[in-house]
């Protein structure tokens, strides 16, 4: 098979700082200007900051068995790596160079021209690029190495429905210990939500949790009244069924605005804090989220560690207060007490957090290094929740398919650690439920 040359953006490397290793035998350019871009993101404190220093030690140890200009093997059985710069002659009328993408652009030109033969292909995160790219002739694909889910709506939603039969229904609300058939088990994760449906009526079901192969299926604790909220469906009902699951220290909640994930999240927090000797396990609530700003960075923010990050957790407040009867004095008390806390991820690395129960809100806009990184601090007792809703991600080196919270999902989802359901009914207001779905 032909060799080809791939032409790589920024956001490829930055996406996944070992993606050059994912090309085999097929050689690689990286532009001069991917590199500068680089070199400019080298110190910011993220995984983005992560990645950038990586490739350029990865380069730097390439450049010891040769010359980056004329390429130097990747590895064994791999493909050769040059750094490279574009011919302002090759590219076409109007075309303005001052743009970094338009000569990354020229650079994949400059290829396509010196090797007439060979399929020259851009490697890029950026949309507008691969269509531009489209537009002058260039082959152009999204960078797939980094995905964990082919396709987003394949992501694992933690429920499943079972045909059974009749009899079987009948049997578990009997309180008669129920198994399901081998053939049944099959693609069946520990802690995932199996509806059990009649074979006789589709009306006559089930609501059950599977646990592991040979175990019976489980009864869904019904939790009422946590810390003053309520159930208002059945998947909100599985939510709070993982959530005050002390043996389920990993937890994690997908859905969009309105379905109640960070509330139901911050009430089992609060219940199993302060909501007497029947819940009460934890020491601490921790509360934070990733800083995606739209403008200022949390540096440029006048006052605390505190007063810094209250802008960005808001909406965090806005459900505590609500949980404590619009009592603002009340949270700022449990906040001074330490019962209560507000951390930033910037610094949580070095930390060991025992005996708490922290929430993690917005994880999509996490990559899935900061996710590990936050994991891994993870001490004995605690429990860490994730919600996020896949659809809205502002960090622009990561999508629906390489995000933090996607990544913990398909990773966890086949160890009995943890457990996860996505919510699909809006439960804020009839206005928020209509916007989520028409607009």
Not at 133 to 157: M, R, T, W
Not at 175 to 197: A, T
């Amino acid at each position: 098979m032909a060799k080809h040359i791939y032409v790589f953006d920024t956001s490829a490397c930055l996406t996944d700082a070992s993606c050059i290793k994912s090309f085999g035998r097929n050689d690689i350019v990286i532009p001069l200007k991917v590199l500068d871009e680089i070199d400019s993101q080298k110190k910011r404190q993220d995984g983005v900051g992560a990645n950038a220093r990586f490739v350029i030690r990865h380069l730097d140890n390439l450049r010891e068995n040769g010359n980056l200009n004329k390429g130097v093997r990747i590895g064994k059985g791999m493909g050769i790596l040059s750094v490279k710069n574009y011919d302002p002659t090759v590219v076409p009328d109007g075309f303005s160079l001052k743009s970094p993408d338009n000569q990354i652009i020229a650079t994949a030109l400059t290829e396509k021209n010196i090797n007439p033969r060979k399929k020259i292909i851009v490697v890029t995160k950026d949309i507008n690029m691969r269509v531009k790219c489209d537009a002058l002739g260039v082959l152009s694909e999204d960078y797939q190495g980094h995905n964990i889910v082919k396709d987003p709506h394949e992501l694992f939603v933690g429920i499943a429905d079972r045909l059974v039969d009749d009899e079987m229904v009948d049997q578990f609300y009997a309180g008669e210990e129920v198994h399901l058939p081998e053939e049944l088990e099959k693609n069946l994760m520990p802690n995932e939500f199996v509806m059990l449906v009649s074979s006789a009526n589709n009306k006559k079901t089930a609501l059950t949790q599977f646990q592991r192969s040979g175990v019976p299926l489980k009864k869904i604790m019904q939790y009422d009244n946590i810390w003053g909220v309520n159930p208002r469906n059945k998947e909100q009902t599985f939510a709070f069924s993982l959530l005050m699951n002390p043996d389920i220290p990993v937890v994690s909640l997908i859905g969009k605005a309105g379905t109640g994930k960070t509330l139901l999240a911050i009430a089992a927090g609060l219940e199993q804090i302060m909501g007497g000797q029947n819940y009460e396990r934890y020491k601490k609530l921790i509360v934070s989220r990733p800083v995606q700003p739209l403008g200022k960075d949390i540096g440029f923010l006048p006052g605390t560690l505190e007063e810094k990050m209250m802008p960005w957790l808001a909406p965090i407040q806005d459900n505590l207060e609500f949980l404590m009867g619009n009592d603002k004095n009340a949270l700022l008390d449990h906040m001074q007490r330490g019962v209560i806390e507000i951390e930033a991820l910037t610094y949580i690395r070095g930390r060991s957090i025992s005996n708490a129960f922290i929430i993690i809100d917005e994880a999509q806009n996490l990559t899935g290094h900061e996710l590990k990184t936050i994991l891994t601090r993870v001490g004995e007792g605690t429990k860490i929740i994730l919600t996020g809703d896949i659809d809205q991600i502002d960090n622009i080196y990561i999508d629906e398919k390489t995000n933090g919270l996607t990544y913990a999902v398909e990773k966890f989802k086949e160890h009995d650690v943890a457990g996860h359901i996505t919510l699909q009914k809006g439960e804020r207001s009839r206005v928020a439920s209509l916007s989520a779905k028409i607009l």
